[in-house]
């Protein structure tokens, strides 16, 4: 069997998993967001933090929700690993120093988990399991809890409430998030991943010499990892590192992870607007980009040009020889089209193409199907954009699911598709400009700039996967990558509930023959070529100065 067709028959096996539980752990995730019961445990948290579960909040309040939540998040890793020379369980590791800290308690609550370090030689078992794991799983929440706010705006009229964050939070974190790790973890560990909490030891090589390894809960953090879509490896090699991803399998069942929730989310959206056909559209959407951007970078990678890729067969420098270039390409575009940030390969290595699709699918707003909530409402978003620039194509006042898109949410849905672009161009413009951070990169020219770009991209679009060869471990890169994650996962929340206010307040419009039908696949057309003409013309001049540079020139 060729690379190829086993790289085929790899993405029809993941396409039928998804398929098979898309349905029940839509419905699922719909009734647990729509349930007016409150378990015991939830009872207990709730009085612990002095919350009122049944309260309605309107779009500011629960916002206010969400930015304390985060604002405590980020106190409180920043505070655990500055003490963490103190605490039990530290491996002998120092406390890490503030500018690290502060990049790394920034990446994780903003469901980023860009690292500048090494996991393994820099992070004990409390702040991996008590500070970065539970991160981990409440950032993913978050993001879950503002899309079902954004939901709740198109499916709800005449009244400007939201639903209650701390319940949404709460019920994202233990009704969902928790079993299925439970479950997930068990798989990884039966695949091989460790689960321990064992120090440091010596390991004999082949070749002579020892090196030192430390255990850990790794399966775990590894689970929680792909399924909240957050990235932030235990090792430093991430989830090409044999503990953290030991086999075929195990890869390609973390890459189901990774997707398994956000696409499903969309079968939420269409239950909760009372639209299965409207879930539909977005899932088609989301699949279709999806689909092709995994078809282009395993045609890229395999058609690599030269005696060495000729003879391995393709582009396998800096690829696992357990996963080849088929699931290499496979999980690279899964994590690069959500806010996960996961590695199983170097991405710095792949072809110049290869790395351009990367930067594209994270520059498109990680929305096919994107992170854990994120994904669903920036989609959400950009649906809006369409049926806008529907309306003036006929002259009608745009609808989506009923309300009217005026003045006031196509500004914040504006509002919402310029943060991320002004962060990265405007970050890369920055550190292009002065003297000291491009002394981080280690390849000069087109690649150099595609690293700087990269991070900067992966930083404001919450993704935290890296380019590699570039030293992010610098109080510039660190402060202002920690800056872009921050402002990149906050600022587009703000302008997501605002709309979600504004079209929970409106009445219902009646559908009538001019409605442009956002069921159907005409309308799924128009939304992906709206994404891909709006992004094209945002990051098209960065992009041909990397990767399309280095592409042709290769």
């Not at 080849?324 to 940030?341: D, E, H, R």
Request: glycine share 14%; charged share 10%.
């Amino acid at each position: 069997m060729s690379p190829q067709t086993a790289g085929v028959l790899q993405l029809l096996a993941l396409v039928g998993a998804l398929a098979l539980v898309h349905r029940p752990l839509g419905d699922h995730m719909a009734r647990v967001y729509s349930s007016g019961r409150h378990y015991a445990p939830e009872r207990w948290i709730y009085k612990a933090i002095g919350a009122d579960p049944d309260a309605g909040m309107r779009w500011p309040a629960y916002l206010r929700g969400v930015l304390a939540f985060s604002a405590v998040g980020v106190l409180f890793l920043y505070a655990l690993q500055r003490l963490q020379g103190v605490l039990p369980g530290s491996l002998g590791f120092a406390s890490i120093d503030p500018d690290q800290a502060f990049n790394t308690a920034a990446s994780f609550v903003a469901n980023t988990n860009w690292q500048s370090y090494a996991g393994e030689q820099a992070m004990g078992h409390v702040v991996q399991t008590g500070g970065l794991a539970v991160q981990n799983f409440v950032s993913a929440a978050v993001g879950m809890a503002v899309a079902v706010a954004l939901v709740r705006g198109f499916a709800r009229s005449r009244t400007g409430e939201l639903g209650n964050f701390w319940a949404d939070l709460v019920r994202g974190t233990l009704r969902i998030l928790l079993p299925l790790a439970v479950v997930g973890a068990l798989v990884l560990v039966a695949c091989g991943a460790i689960q321990n909490f064992a120090g440091i030891h010596e390991v004999g090589q082949f070749a002579g010499g020892s090196q030192q390894w430390n255990g850990g809960a790794v399966a775990s953090q590894e689970v929680i990892k792909e399924l909240g879509t957050n990235g932030g490896g235990y090792f430093n090699a991430n989830s090409a590192h044999p503990f953290e991803n030991p086999n075929p399998f195990s890869n390609l069942f973390e890459v189901f992870l990774i997707l398994v929730v956000p696409f499903a989310l969309t079968r939420t959206f269409g239950t909760l607007v009372g639209s299965a056909r409207q879930g539909r559209a977005i899932l088609a959407t989301m699949a279709v980009i999806w689909l092709g951007f995994t078809a282009l970078m395993m045609w890229t990678e395999f058609a690599g040009k030269g005696p060495a890729f000729e003879v391995a067969g393709g582009a396998m420098e800096g690829k696992e020889t357990r996963f080849g270039i088929s699931g290499s390409a496979i999980f690279s575009v899964a994590t690069t089209l959500t806010s996960t940030g996961a590695v199983n390969s170097f991405h710095s290595s792949y072809t110049g193409l290869g790395g351009g699709i990367q930067l594209l699918g994270m520059q498109l707003g990680e929305i096919a199907p994107g992170g854990v909530g994120s994904g669903l409402y920036g989609m959400l978003v950009m649906a809006v954009i369409a049926v806008f620039l529907a309306g003036l194509m006929v002259g009608r006042t745009p609808e989506y699911l009923g309300k009217k898109i005026g003045t006031r949410e196509i500004k914040l849905a504006a509002c919402y598709i310029l943060v991320t672009p002004a962060l990265v161009l405007g970050f890369t413009a920055m550190a292009m400009a002065l003297p000291t951070p491009p002394h981080s990169m280690l390849n000069p020219g087109a690649h150099g700039f595609s690293e700087v770009l990269y991070a900067y991209t992966s930083g404001a679009n919450n993704n935290g996967s890296a380019f590699a060869g570039l030293n992010a471990d610098t109080q510039w890169y660190n402060t202002t990558i920690g800056l872009a994650m921050l402002l990149g996962r906050f600022l587009p929340m703000v302008f997501v509930l605002a709309l979600a206010g504004s079209l929970a307040e409106q009445r219902p419009v009646p559908q009538t023959a001019g409605t442009l039908r956002t069921d159907k696949p005409l309308y799924a057309g128009l939304l992906v070529g709206t994404i891909v003409v709006v992004t094209g013309l945002t990051y098209f001049p960065a992009l041909a100065l990397g990767p399309l540079a280095e592409g042709l020139a290769a």
